[in-house]
């Protein structure tokens, strides 16, 4: 018992060590980080990083990643349920509801990258490259495939009783998604929500290729864009990637539970 | 069109709309692109049938690539369930504070992956990095960690497994916590030792949240880009250079669109035999 709590407790500290490092460099001078000592809490605590950051004005930068996941979320939502609801409870002619599913998990596993060439092909055609539309849409490659699959299992726990006994009160199908199955499943939305919003916040590759003017960045991008320009300019990175981390972290607890209630839901 | 149709295109509709918009086309066009010279688009592109293919067979960069990506698609998976599954075990009982250090586990698992490679190539930093002071201050020579060609793909190896392994350990804590606790007791009783219990039958039950966990983690380790993009940029030399990478040289560095367009397509086929492997080991496992 008292050696499982302490290898606990260690794999804990290591775990979350280059995160504690993080946030104490960024409230580190420059001369304690390139110092050569580990001592992890700042001797002399400094906001000059954040500042520089507050003075480059990066908080833009946060309201494009803040756009960018909501909207990604939005949109998601909008699209997934009601595919979902169908896949889970109506008939498809053919098996097509199969086709479907089997063709949502090819677009689970292709690379990103294979999909970018003619992506950024498609947004340039679309006049939405470069736009944060433009991102939110691409976005949608990950997000749907991804929301539909763990909605489905949500959907058919939701009691199909409930559903007839509106049907036979005479209601529509849109009554019954708004009023009955949503409001029955709103926590397997939360969890998806939450999931898709975390993934859209951290996403890199396709903000990196389709933002190209630095006025359109999001969080990543502007740290991989800085981790190139000065090999050691350890500070002010820790502090930006310390702002793309505080949002997440400080609900990690939420994300765990929805984590854990996707697997259960037959997400993996 | 009768009215149940109807209803099901309107429900299904706008997702099969985007994502035909955002997949179907593109690939065909990927598809297209791939026989052609294209620099830019399909316009004045010339029709070279399987030149492209061909180069790629013959170009040492793009097995290189290859060779790299396979190799760490299997460590990262291969260490990331291994680890996975020793975090599920340690987490298996109850102890006070078991809540607060899985979410402990679980932050670097959310962080963004260019966060991550922010703060571990810091941490590699040969002169000035935590790893090396901390190892000369117990009196230990300072590892080259993305310097040396034959370490670089092991420390990106090492920051993937802090990230992920959190994934496996979710995964299989889920499975254990389905198998009753009857039948370990059953054993327990019959007289099986703890090494045998966990051959015997925790591996067994646990064997498709295992199978999940490596399917999912080999799918993503195989697009494998963020992490060497921030951290080594492909090098030194080509020695962390993975698929992903050497596409995106191709296509966004050196504009020869035909050539990353037969390269991606090649890595959608890989990345389709790997699924169906897997789904052929889970049917059979089913079956069983």
Known sequence: MRARLAGAFAVA????LPIVWMAATAL?????YVSGSTALWPRAP??????????ARVWRLGLNSLVVTLGTTLVALAASLPAAYALARLSFPRRLDMAFLVFILVVKLTPPIVLAVPLYQVLRGLGLLDTLGGLILAYQIYALPFAIWMLLGFVRDVPVAYEDAARIDGAGTARILLDIVFPVMAPGIAATAILVAVAAWNEFLFAFL??????????????ATRINEDETLWGQLSALGLLASLPILCLVGIVHRALTRGFAGGLA | MGAARLRLLLLIGPAAAILCLLSVYPLARLLVLSFTDSDHGLAGARFVGLENYAELAASRSFRVSARNTVWFTVMATASEVLAGLGLALLFDRAFPGRRALTLALVAPFVLSTVVVSAVWRAWFHYDIGFLNVALRSIGLPGVPWLFDPDLALGSIVLVDLWQNAPFCFLILAAGLRAIPPEVTEAARIDGAGAWRRFRDITLPLLAPYLFIAALMRSLDSFKLFDKVYAMTGGGPGNATETLSMH?????????????ASAAAIVMIVVAALLAGLYARALLKEGAR
């Open chain 1, 46 to 55: 400094t906001l000059m990083h954040l500042e520089a950051l507050a003075a």
């Open chain 2, 247 to 259: 596409v995106h040289r191709l296509a966004f560095r050196y504009f020869e669109i035909g050539l």
């Open chain 1, 210 to 223: 389709f933002m190209q003017s630095p006025s359109g960045f999001t969080l990543p991008t502007a740290i």
């Open chain 1, 28 to 32: 580190k001078p420059p001369g304690e």
């Open chain 1, 13 to 16: 500290a290591l775990s979350v």
